[in-house]
């Protein structure tokens, strides 16, 4: 393949990242408590982190095809070392909401900031449309390989640290810092990545939207299902979920990070497992008849009434939960033209970061009420499945140019 240089090179940058996110995931939470933050003020922080990418993100998306894709994917790199080193420097609360706000950094283990539209714009420029879902699905499996090594890392490093001596705060620093040198790995291999996946022709005559013309109905349509999802799922992103492992069943770090290590790797393979079978019943029926047991098997989670099977029902979980995902990158790319794609992508990766936004306060809300522990377990999955139902409702029917 003639641009196998910078597909090698977009899908390093998509391993390091999510290595750099999983790495910091499972300690996060357990720093900022560390440090003297309550529940409250963690769920409050992250819903700044959440709401701050999503402005920054929306600019630089929507920008990038005119701005130049290369050089939005490098400001990311930036926000992301500012955001990590800011961390790193004060635990001053003012600094912290500044840094979330403005920076990049990700309370989930999952992608934040510009990077993963952009990317996705341009590896669609890149590849033939019969191979995309295919390209998708290896991209998101590296990416749930890597942040599960670096969930496992992570936890792993801290716990280690601290048993030879240094203290909670100060081992969980040192993850921080890890973080921030990721961002300027990423820094370097962007500089690499060349014009090829840059938009080749724009058209400047037509008036467009937030970076979208013929296709902004459908992707207004798109963000705002994707946006419900998204706040189900902030609800339960992977740092408070390894918070509420910690106080329900005092797991350490440690035992944490294998935990998150075995559900992003379950994750990857489910991401590749979507390709055959979205070969033979479509991308929007994998995207459905997948999510809906995936959902219901995260409800089960707090019912169990010990940790081995919290821990079984969460993997179980997790073995299907991600066969929607480059199902629905594909979708995106696949219904918008190509001049829309960095755009597309980014207005819907928007919506679910605004989606995602408010939910963390709410879990955080939820996690000082001792009777509420376990609600956003339960209102997660259910509101999931909602999303579920809507999405089959309104595509079912708007087939991508591969299965017409």
């Not at 008036?207 to 706040?231: C, E, P, Y």
């Not at 995207?287 to 707090?302: A, R």
């Amino acid at each position: 393949m003639t641009h196998q240089r910078d597909i090698n090179l977009l899908f390093s940058t998509r391993i390091i990242r999510l290595f750099c996110y999983g790495f910091l995931s499972v300690v996060l939470a357990l720093y900022l408590a560390e440090t003297g933050f309550d529940e409250k003020m963690i769920g409050l922080l992250f819903t700044l982190t959440l709401a701050g990418d999503a402005g920054i993100t929306l600019w630089l998306t929507t920008h990038a095809d005119q701005f130049g894709r290369r050089k939005t994917l490098l400001v990311g790199a930036l926000l992301m070392v500012g955001a990590g080193a800011v961390f790193v420097i004060t635990n001053n609360i003012i600094l912290l909401m500044a840094a979330a706000i403005i920076g990049v950094i990700s309370p989930s283990g999952n992608e934040i900031g510009p990077f993963l539209s952009v990317e996705q714009a341009g590896l669609s420029q890149l590849i033939p449309d019969k191979q995309r879902t295919k390209f998708f699905a290896w991209y998101n499996m590296v990416g749930s390989f890597a942040t599960a090594t670096g969930a496992l890392a992570g936890g792993w490093l801290a716990k280690i640290l601290n048993g030879n001596g240094m203290s909670q705060l100060e081992s969980y620093r040192v993850v921080l810092m890890g973080y921030g040198l990721g961002g300027i790995l990423l820094l370097i291999l962007f500089m690499g990545v060349s014009s090829a996946i840059e938009v080749t022709e724009i058209k400047t005559d037509v008036k467009k939207t937030l970076g979208l013309h013929r296709s902004r109905k459908v992707v207004f349509k798109l963000s705002a299902l994707f946006a419900l999802d998204a706040f189900a799922g902030g609800l339960v992103v992977q740092s408070m979920i390894a918070y509420w492992f910690h106080v329900k069943f005092g797991v350490d770090s440690g035992t944490l990070g294998s935990i998150f290590f075995g559900a992003n790797v379950l994750a990857g393979i489910s991401a590749l497992l979507a390709v055959p079978l979205a070969a033979r019943i479509g991308l929007i029926n994998t995207m459905v008849f997948t999510h809906i047991p995936s959902n219901i098997l995260l409800m089960l989670v707090p019912l169990m009434p010990n940790l081995p099977l919290a821990i079984g029902i969460l993997l179980l979980r997790f073995s299907i939960s991600q066969m929607d995902v480059p199902t629905r990158q594909s979708y995106t790319m696949a219904v918008v033209a190509p001049d829309e794609r960095s755009a597309a992508s980014g207005v819907t990766a928007i919506a679910r970061s605004v989606g995602a936004a408010i939910s963390p306060m709410l879990t955080g809300f939820f996690f000082s009420i001792p009777f509420l522990f376990n609600a956003p377990l339960f209102l997660a999955g259910g509101l999931k499945i909602i999303y579920d139902l809507l999405l089959f409702r309104e595509f079912r029917s708007v087939k991508p140019p591969e299965e017409k």
